[in-house]
């Protein structure tokens, strides 16, 4: 326990990441702050769209919705029952980017007339397959929702938006790392988009912790290191203990983690930025016992991404080397394995 707590002190030493997990805290709180009022926005949206087409979008008797099995891919939904493409044609309208993309393989679509989130899951990015409701998903699902689905349009999405652009540059961080300078931009348009939430309760309590987290300084004690600073009990007792900020920091890498795997599977090959990025959470988890512990699983599976985009490169030069060509005129018959130009996807 005490080595835990000493690798927590350590990097939240450097103020940099402590500044990224801070961030990244405002974020799940403005989520958790917001979450009963998109979910029930949502179930209202969900009754008017079947009470003013029920003809079009109600559920066959006697089951929850589509019988075909219909199965979305990414971002391909085609082949779809009369019932989907119903659903599909409302969800399209309610759009506010309609020329946008919808992630059609978030959505159990045969849920889509019993299950407001399934349909919500539309509006938000990929990845949300397994996410079965408000309480379950990350602030950019939310914050997406409700930049492209018309029930929010009463939200200045110009707020919305610039909560969501931060959130992807701290989430993009590849060594999650924020400056001071950011986080204070960061602070005020959270508070920007939490004043539009006037009539949410939990948004206004929100704020209010957000400026208390924001202005706290999260020293970590490490009992028999020191001698514990004066002042130092009633500093964090205000906000929160070793533990907590613990959990936030696995939350926070889990989500960081769950971005890196949605990059590289969008990709057949490994693309040199990915297996960066790749390697520099890695390098920080084997720095850190104590998260590794708990991220074991996550640590095999990077392994497995670098070492499978390291054969795929491996593979490649030793095609190179085994060609008898190779030293005469290298650059031609490597062309010459390759597939031509035009059939690349
Ligand atoms: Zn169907």
Redesign the pocket.
Known sequence: MALALADLAARLNCAEYKNWVKAGHCLLLLRDALQRFAGERLREFHRQLLARSPARLAAPLGSPG?R???LPRGRQFQN??S??TEWKKEILNHHTNKNGEVHWGNCK??LWPSNSWEVAKAYMPRGQMDVSGPDKCDAAALLNLFNFCDQFSGIDQKKVREVIKCRNELMHSSEMKVPSSWLKEFEKRIRNLLNEFQNVPEAMAAGTRIEKLLSSDWAVYVPGEDDQPDGWEENTAVCMTESQISEIEMELIKERLKEIYLLVEEQEMLSEENLNRIQMIKDFLEDNSDLQISLREDMQRLEGLEKGGYNQERSMKETREDDPDQEEDEDCSFKKKCVPEEHLL
Do not use: Q
């Open positions: 589509c075909a099995r219909c779809s029952c019932l989907c679509p045969w």
